[in-house]
C-alpha cells in the first residue's frame, strides 16, 4: 500500500461492496413489504445473489494475498530472514492477514446460502470479525508515522470499527434494513476515505501535504465529515432510486396480470354467450 494504487485498490474494493449492498439489501426489503405475514422463504434470485457476493469476497481476497505477497519487492511467503535475524516485510503480511479474513467471510457467506445446516449468521459474524481483525491491525500500524499520517489512518478506523459493531448487533437482529443500509454506508465510507489517504500521501498532482503542520489535520478531520455526508446521501440515492425503480416495475407486472385476467374474463363471458346463442 505504500503508493496511490495501494490505496486505490482496497479503496474500490470497498466502494463496489457498499453500493452492491446497498442494492441488495433494499430489494431483499422491498420483497419481505410486499409478502404476505409469516413468509420467510427467500427466492433463489437472492440466493445466487449471496453466492455472487461470497465470490467475490473470495476472489477480491485471494488476489489482494497474492499481490502483497509477490510483488517485486514482497516478502514471497518468507516471514523470517535467518540471515539478518529480522522480519520480512510485515507491512505485507499484515494487509495480508486483513485479506484473509474477508476471504474466510466469504466462504462463510457461500457456506450459509449453501446449506441450512449453517446457523443463521454465520455470515455476519464472520464479516464482524473481518472488520474487527482490519480495524485491530490498522491501530498497530501507525506508530513512529508522522502525525498527519497517523491521524489520516486513525480516521479510517471509525467506520471500520463501527461497521464491526453493527454487523456484530445483525447477529442477533436479522432483516433490519437500518442496519443493513448503515453496514452499506460504512463501506461506502471507508472505500472513499481510503480514495483519501492515497490522494493525501501520494498526490497525483500538485504539491506534497506537509505531515507535521496542524492545520493540514484540522482539515482532514472537517474532509472526514464531508466524506461521512457524501456516503449517506450516496446510500439514500441509490436506495430511493431502487426502491422507486422496483415499485414501478413491479406495478407494472401487475396491472398487466389483472389486464390479462380480466381480458380472458371477457373472453370466457364472450364464449358463453356464442354458445347460448348457437343453441338458440
Not at 466469504?106 to 481483525?133: E, M, Y
Request: hydrophobic letters at 50%; a neutral charge; charged letters at 15%.
Amino acid at each position: 500500500m505504500a503508493n496511490f494504487g495501494g490505496h486505490a485498490i482496497p479503496g474500490s474494493f470497498f466502494l463496489f461492496l457498499g453500493f452492491w449492498l446497498t442494492v441488495k439489501h433494499v430489494l431483499q426489503h422491498y420483497w419481505r413489504r410486499s409478502q404476505p405475514k409469516g413468509r420467510h422463504i427467500m427466492p433463489s434470485f437472492f440466493k445466487k445473489m449471496d453466492f455472487l457476493e461470497g465470490g467475490f469476497l473470495i476472489f477480491g481476497s485471494f488476489v489482494g494475498i497474492m499481490i502483497e505477497q509477490f510483488v517485486v519487492d514482497g516478502p514471497h511467503a518468507h516471514l523470517y530472514d535467518k540471515e539478518n535475524n529480522s522480519w520480512v516485510k510485515l507491512m505485507n503480511w499484515q494487509h495480508g492477514t486483513m485479506y484473509l479474513f474477508f476471504g474466510i467471510c466469504g466462504i462463510a457467506l457461500v457456506a450459509s446460502s449453501a446449506s441450512k445446516l449453517v446457523p443463521a449468521g454465520v455470515d455476519r459474524l464472520a464479516l464482524s470479525v473481518a472488520l474487527f481483525v482490519e480495524g485491530f491491525l490498522f491501530y498497530h500500524h501507525l506508530h513512529n508515522r508522522p502525525p498527519l499520517d497517523a491521524h489520516i489512518h486513525s480516521l479510517l478506523l471509525v467506520p471500520v470499527f463501527s461497521g464491526s459493531a453493527s454487523t456484530m448487533l445483525e447477529v442477533f437482529i436479522r432483516d433490519n434494513i437500518i442496519l443493513e443500509l448503515l453496514r452499506a454506508c460504512l463501506f461506502i465510507l471507508q472505500g472513499s476515505w481510503f480514495y483519501e489517504i492515497g490522494f493525501v500521501l501520494y498526490p497525483l498532482s500538485g504539491p506534497e501535504w506537509d505531515l507535521k503542520l496542524h492545520d493540514n489535520l484540522m482539515f482532514i478531520t472537517m474532509c472526514f465529515c464531508w466524506h461521512i455526508a457524501v456516503a449517506l446521501l450516496l446510500v439514500t440515492c441509490i436506495s430511493s432510486v431502487v426502491w422507486f425503480t422496483v415499485k414501478r416495475f413491479s406495478g407494472r407486472g401487475r396491472d398487466i396480470e389483472i389486464g390479462m385476467r380480466s381480458t380472458s374474463s371477457k373472453t370466457s363471458s364472450q364464449k358463453a354467450l356464442l354458445e347460448e346463442s348457437d343453441e338458440e
